[in-house]
C-alpha cells in the first residue's frame, strides 16, 4: 500500500503540475499563494481514493482526474482556513510555514476563495462531463457543505472545551468535519463512474469510517508524536482547549476504538471480495500510520 500510495502521489503531483500551468494567473500575489497551499506536499490521501474509487470501478486514474485534483483543492482550501488564527491558528503545515504567516491573512484567505472556486471549476472542465460527473459534483458540494465539512467545523469551534461535549458529540463532529471529504474523494469517484446504489452505500459506510480512523489517528500523534515527524505542531488540542477522542477515552481505549471502526469498514465491503482488497489494505495502513 505504501508503494501504491507513492505511486498514486506521483500521477497526481504530475497532474497537478499540468493544471496549474493551464489556470495561471498573473494576479499577484494571490496567484503565488494559491500555488503555495495547493502544491505544498503532503500525502494525497484524498485523491489517492479517488483512483481508488476508479479502480474499485474498473477505470483507470485518469478517468477521474478532474475530481481528484478538484478534491485535493477543496482539502488544500480547507486547511488554509482551518491554519488561520481565527480558527486553529497553526504556523506550519507539512513542514513549512503556514500559508498566511508566508503571505498575510487576507492573502491566505483569498487563496482559499481561490482553491474553492478553483476546485469546481477544473471538475466542469472534464472533457469526458457527463451526468455521472454532474452527480458527483453535486455529491461532493454537499459533503463540503454546512451539512459535511463546514458543519464540522462549526461544531469543532463552537463546542472547543465545553463540559457536556461526549464521544457521541465529537463522533458527529469527526464525521462531518473530516469523514464528509474522504467520502467526498472515494464516493464521488465511483458515482463518476458509474457505480449501482448498492456499491455506493458500502464504500460510503467504509468511507465514514476511514475518516474516523484518520482523524483519532492524528488525535493521538497530536499528542504522542513530534514536530519535526509530523511537520505541524503538536498538542494543538490542549494549546486550542479541545477535546478529543485521546481526552474522552484515553489512548490505549483510543487505539482499541480504531480498531473496532477499523473493523467495520472492512466488513462494509467484504462482499465486494478482490475488487475491495486495496481498499481493505487502505484502511489497516491508515489506522497504523505513523506520521
Given amino acids: 500500500m505504501k508503494d501504491l500510495l507513492a505511486e498514486y502521489k506521483n500521477i497526481f503531483e504530475r497532474q497537478l503540475q499540468d493544471i496549474i500551468a493551464e489556470y495561471k ?21 484524498r485523491p489517492s481514493l479517488c483512483y481508488l474509487g476508479a479502480d474499485f470501478c474498473k477505470k483507470d486514474p485518469d478517468y477521474v482526474k478532474n475530481l481528484a485534483l478538484g478534491i485535493e483543492m477543496i482539502h488544500s482550501y480547507s486547511l488554509v482556513h482551518d491554519d488561520l488564527p481565527c480558527m486553529d491558528n497553526d504556523e506550519l503545515r507539512r513542514g513549512k510555514p503556514t500559508a498566511h504567516i508566508v503571505y498575510g491573512e487576507g492573502m491566505a484567505m483569498l487563496a482559499g476563495d481561490a482553491l474553492l472556486n478553483m476546485a469546481f471549476e477544473v471538475m466542469l472542465d472534464d472533457v469526458n462531463f457527463d451526468i455521472n460527473m454532474r452527480n458527483a459534483m453535486r455529491y461532493i458540494a454537499k459533503m463540503c457543505g ?22 457521541k458529540e465529537l463522533t458527529r463532529l469527526n464525521r462531518l468535519k473530516t469523514s464528509c471529504l474522504i467520502s467526498g474523494a472515494l464516493v464521488g469517484s465511483a458515482i463518476r463512474c458509474g457505480a449501482d446504489d448498492n456499491e455506493i452505500k458500502a464504500l460510503d459506510l467504509y468511507a465514514q469510517n476511514l475518516g474516523e480512523i484518520f482523524q483519532i489517528v492524528d488525535d493521538i500523534l497530536d499528542r504522542t508524536s513530534t514536530e519535526q515527524a509530523l511537520g505541524k505542531q503538536v498538542k494543538q488540542d490542549i494549546a486550542n ?20 471502526l477499523e473493523n467495520e469498514a472492512v466488513e462494509s465491503i467484504s462482499a465486494y471480495g478482490q475488487r475491495s482488497q486495496k481498499l481493505v489494505e487502505l484502511c489497516k495502513f491508515l489506522s497504523n500510520r505513523s506520521n
Fill in 241 to 260: 482547549d479541545k477535546k478529543s477522542v485521546v481526552d474522552l477515552l484515553g489512548i490505549d481505549n483510543a487505539r482499541k476504538y480504531i480498531k473496532k
Fill in 146 to 167: 454546512i451539512n459535511g465539512m463546514i458543519g464540522g467545523q462549526c461544531l469543532d469551534l463552537a463546542n472547543q472545551s465545553k463540559e457536556n461535549f461526549g464521544i
Fill in 25 to 45: 494567473c498573473d494576479i499577484q500575489p494571490i496567484s503565488d499563494a494559491l500555488v503555495y497551499a495547493v502544491s505544498n506536499g503532503g500525502k494525497r490521501i
